[in-house]
């Protein structure tokens, strides 16, 4: 059974990875928000549509919403406070932060879901953050408590508890109609403030859309991946491996675009594979 929440786990990180990488490459110049209010809807129309097709949808009558809407918000929370810090900011300081989530998930786990982690694993997490802090931190660049790190802390809090929160709910509705919920929560909340920045999310070419669409795909089925391998491994396991996400996104560039790594990049790649491996081990 472990076997499988690592797999799906993997799973998950690829989708994610992919997507990001599709962000950085297609959509570097379009609104955050109208990227955000777009993948997330398509995301959510995703699940929903497996979820219809495969009958799962009945599950969404099993239990108190609740839950599912509370994690919808959370994710809205995560995302905002990560653009919000991107603005101020920019990638480089922001996402270190922001990406060092699986600390908060782990940590849940470990006090409420009495996981344990083996000596492996411990090093798992020190290979894992650190090669992500290695890889996005850029040189020169520090870490200054100020608006931006606030920010990007309220999103690694919200989104380390909402991964930690996710396990109890899939087995319940199921991860079909947990990844549709919590994606297309985020979209309609996320609207008033699109509004609000004067996005024209209705003046959108048609190629825009796609590429969103395909986006938004990959982030619904990732969710879906990762809402599976919950069921099947400590949630400290799946949240360290679908952690390595920027890192990957930026290997990634490298094979598929030719991107060119520095000293500092490779040597956080190399900690962030070895800590999966040693996760997945």
């Known amino acids: 059974m472990l076997f499988y929440g690592i797999a799906l786990a993997l799973v998950c990180l690829v989708f994610w990875s992919v997507s990001d990488l599709l962000i950085k490459i297609s959509l570097n110049k379009q609104s955050k928000w109208k990227t955000l209010f777009f993948a997330q809807l398509f995301g959510g129309l995703t ?27 959370m ?21 270190p932060i922001s990406n060092s989530w699986p600390i908060v998930t782990i940590a849940l786990g470990v006090m409420f879901y009495r996981e344990i982690l083996t000596s492996l694993q411990i090093a798992a997490v020190l290979f ?12 020169k660049e520090k870490l200054i408590f100020d608006s931006s790190f606030v920010f990007g802390l309220v999103s690694m809090l919200s989104a380390g ?8 709910p ?48 990959l982030e619904g089925l ?31 560039g490298v094979v598929i675009l030719k991107e060119q790594m520095d000293k500092q990049q490779k040597i956080g790649v190399a900690a962030t594979l070895i800590g999966i491996l040693l996760a997945a081990v």
Not at 128 to 139: D, S, V
Not at 224 to 236: D, E
């Open 47 to 73: 699940a929903l549509a497996i979820a219809l097709a495969t009958g799962e949808i009945g599950k969404a009558l099993a239990g108190d919403p609740t839950t599912l809407l509370a994690l919808g918000a």
């Open 75 to 95: 994710n809205f929370v995560t995302m905002f406070c990560y653009y919000e810090a991107l603005n101020r900011k920019g990638l480089a300081l922001s996402s």
């Open 128 to 139: 894992i953050i650190a090669g992500i802090f290695i890889t996005t931190l850029k040189k």
């Open 161 to 168: 508890t909402m991964f930690f929160l996710i396990k109890n």
């Open 170 to 217: 899939t087995l319940i509705f199921g991860p079909l109609v947990v990844a549709a919920v919590i994606k297309l929560t985020t979209s309609l909340v996320s609207l008033p403030f699109s509004i609000y920045k004067k996005i024209e999310l209705w003046h959108t070419s048609k190629n825009i859309l796609l590429i969103l669409g395909v986006i938004g795909a």
């Open 222 to 252: 990732g969710l879906i991946a990762y809402g599976l391998a919950s069921s099947y491994a400590p949630v400290s396991t799946i949240g360290l491996i679908a952690g390595g996400v920027p890192v990957l996104t930026v290997l990634l």
